[in-house]
């Protein structure tokens, strides 16, 4: 008679957890990089699709070393080279359906896009201005300067500059 051994099988996460052991993993509310840390923050349950895409786009941002940005451009480019790195490495090795043309990746990155967009917006004539120096715009139409707040987990709030 042959003895059949049951094995416990081994959680999606547990298993992208022993992948990246230069990694930290902590349970949180939200999908977040503390590049301090060097800890990615994910929800306890990752059940869909969706939540597997965005812990891997996480776990790219540890493994491209992103760090932080000095001009709010650099975000966006942070963001879009993330989604790229789990799209193009992460999700074939790790079995997660994904593309740069998915509804996640894309709303992930049109909610960075908007918050440039508003960001560059003239408190006085709503023009697109520039950014100057890190925080701080000036507007392309009226020469209006003004200088934002860090504003990624927080309200945008814009402070005129005198001109």
Known sequence: MAVMTMRSPTSWLEKIKSAFPELEFAAGDNFAWLPKQKTVVHPANLDSNDDKAQLLHEISHGLLDHQDYSRDIGLIDMERQAWEYAVDNLAPKFEVNLSMDDDIVQDSLDTYRQWLYKRSLCPDCQAVGLEQKPQNYRCLN???????NDARTCQLKRYKKPR
Do not use: L
């Open 142 to 148: 009226c020469s209006a300067n003004w200088r934002v």
